[in-house]
């Protein structure tokens, strides 16, 4: 460096400090006494903890153990000389890299030739465990199956003491009476509701006159929630995870930590939830996608989700014994409570589009798209033996789509077609326009025959009766909306029962418990609602809630609910119960109502015999419910004499505490006045306003 520059160099501030003194033009010597004290005082307690503070970074701090808890050891690998080794490095390399990073490996030898068994190194011990759960037990060939353990399990299992000791019993916590809205005497249901654009939640119990408010609470949840499918808890959804509730006073059952969820779905036996949040996710340690244990609060297992799907990416069997996801070419089927692949392995199939499950066997439904000559094709596969019970080929399909019957008896596949032309001058086959056809397997008969319903116009919607053989089918065009109803029966063909012309509907709601449908035209069709008894076809009542959105059925089929969201509309948003017949019972005007669910009941521990019993005998207690209907209305017409009575006497008393202030204080207003004559008796005039409350017209007879 030249003079100059080092004396230039020199001459610059050194720092921020040495610039403001610069600027200022003056130092002052004693200035480092007069600055401030950011010392804690003496009796200052420091309550934020390091993890509070720090958690992320404290939690990446090296542990005496990583090494050892990421290590696993391999028994039964194929012995193996120098020659064969670089194979069968190759291919243990392919089964293990799967699940993370392997940082080193370890191969004993004895004369030259591998020992039977090996050492193996992960990134962290997430990626070991998740190893040892997917690879211990699998087969590599018919001679060797692997016995994969943890480094540390095997220091575990030798200081195994000689004499068993139980464990200490740990303090049973008492959540309560999960099922404790099944108590009631009177059998009535209970529903959430979310209302003020999301700020409040409330469980109502279900009554004819006017629902009773269990519970409410500002700010229960950060978007929606849901009931579990059998009604036992309450899922809310929060920044940092989901919040199980339940009991009698709705208490926190239990808390999921799974930040940004957006998703969650149950299994059907509700032992395990799974949650879904769109936040990136490392490779090692898969978050997008959480299994959980819900009794214990347990994660169980991570996924990632490499692509767009469609929600619920997994769905389970009837019994949740297993659970199955779609991936390219690939349906990926995984058991309880193990969480490996059913079979250690995946099932491949070509060009796979979309599957769903029985809803009461453990058989799979999917289909494959067209490949050049080979024709696309719906298979129903039985599991775990994945054995094909019925393969149908169809030929010209655009698209379809699966629908099962609740009971599973059927399986209605609903297929686009292309309407084939002729060919061209090239010799190519043209097509064009689409034509539209129901295949309906009978999943109970032998061989599982098939018989088929073609429509040639438009679909619109499709619904299983739950509860017995018939199905809907809204068809047609904008302008002329036609709902036909089909039968279906064992040796017989498709029969149409009969349509109905030019409806206002565009979908379809079954009463659980079958026969009861109604036919409702939401949003666009201004909230057209027809009930109708599909037993005699007869249509009960047409009647319409404007710009209804959502229409729900209570667990019992008596009654229905139509509702206006604010979540789709701003204004007169509202729900309506209305009878099974289509009379309207309620109209619940709640100020920015956005959701309205029922919760679900277990099925009945009644048997088959039983019910069929109780509606056989079903006249014998129709006069003592009947008497009981008639009790409750005049029970609750004396609740609400009583509840006017009770708020009219808060109104005297407020009036009476007014007018003893006001009247105390006359002697205080004469001073004020003054000169001025003050009779109260003038000063009040009684003033009695009229308004029509009602008009009645009665027609009498000449």
Known sequence: ???????????????????????????DEDSDENEENYSDPEDFVDDITEEELVGDILRKKPKETDGVESCIVVDNVPQVGHDRFEKLQMVLRKIFAKFGKVVTEHHPRENGETKGYMFLEYGNPASAREAVKMTNGYKLDKLHTFEVNLLTDLEKYGNTPDEWKPPEPQPYNDVGNLRSNLLDADCRDQYSVIYDGGDLTCIFQHNTQEPKKLEERPRWTETYVRWSPLGTYLATFHQRGIALWGGETFRQIMKFSHSGVQLIDFSPCEKYMVTFSPLPDSKDDPQAIIIWNIRTGVKKRGFHCESASV?????????????????????????????????????????????????????????????????????????????????????????????????????????????????????????????????????????????????????????????????????????????????????????????????????????????????????????????????????????????????????????????????????????????????????????????????????????????????????????????KDKMSLSKASKEMIEKRQELMKEYADYRKKGTDIYDSLAETRAELRKDMQENESEDLEEETVEFFIKVEETVIDE
Not at 5 to 15: F, G, I, N, T, V
Not at 496 to 505: C, I, M, N
Request: a neutral charge; proline letters at 4%; aromatic letters at 14%.
């Open 311 to 627: 929600w619920p990416i997994f769905k389970w069997s009837h019994d949740g014994k297993y659970f199955a996801r779609m991936s390219l070419d690939m349906l990926s089927v995984y058991e309880t409570p193990s969480f490996g692949l059913l079979d250690k392995k995946s099932i491949k199939i070509t060009g796979l589009k979309d599957f769903s499950w029985s809803p009461s066997d453990n058989i799979v439904a999917y289909w494959v798209p067209e490949d050049d000559n080979v024709p696309a094709r719906v298979v129903v596969l039985e599991l775990p033996s994945r054995e094909e019970l019925r393969v149908k080929n169809l030929f010209n399909v655009a698209d379809i789509k699966m629908y099962w019957q609740k009971t599973g008896d059927y399986l209605a596949v609903k297929v686009d077609r292309y309407a084939k032309l002729r060919k061209d001058d090239k010799g190519e086959t043209k097509f064009a326009g689409i034509y539209y056809n129901f295949e309906i397997f009978h999943i109970r008969e032998k061989q599982i025959p098939v018989d088929v319903v073609e429509l040639k116009e438009p679909i619109v919607a499709f619904a299983f009766e739950p509860v017995g053989n018939k199905f809907a089918v809204i068809h047609g065009e904008s302008s002329r909306i036609n709902v036909s109803f089909y039968a279906v029966k064992s040796g017989n063909q498709i029969s149409l029962v009969k349509t109905l012309e030019k409806r206002q509907a565009n979908h379809l709601f079954w009463s659980p418990h079958g026969q009861f449908v109604v036919l409702a035209g939401l949003r666009s069709m201004n909230g057209a609602l027809e009930f109708v008894d599909t037993n005699d076809m007869t249509v009960m009542n047409v009647a319409e809630h404007y710009m209804a959105t959502d229409v729900e059925w209570d667990p019992t089929g008596r009654y229905v609910v139509s509702g206006v969201s604010w979540w789709t509309n701003k204004v007169d948003n509202s729900y309506w119960v209305w009878t099974f017949q289509g009379k309207l019972l309620q109209r619940q005007l709640l100020d920015r109502f956005c959701q309205l669910l029922w919760r679900p009941r277990p099925p009945t521990l009644l048997s088959k015999d039983q019910v069929k019993d109780t509606k056989k005998n079903l006249k014998k207690y129709a006069a003592q419910f009947d008497l």
């Open 1 to 27: 460096m030249a003079t100059g520059d080092l004396e230039q160099a020199k001459s610059r501030p050194r720092s921020m400090d040495d610039l403001e003194y610069e600027i200022d033009g003056n130092y």
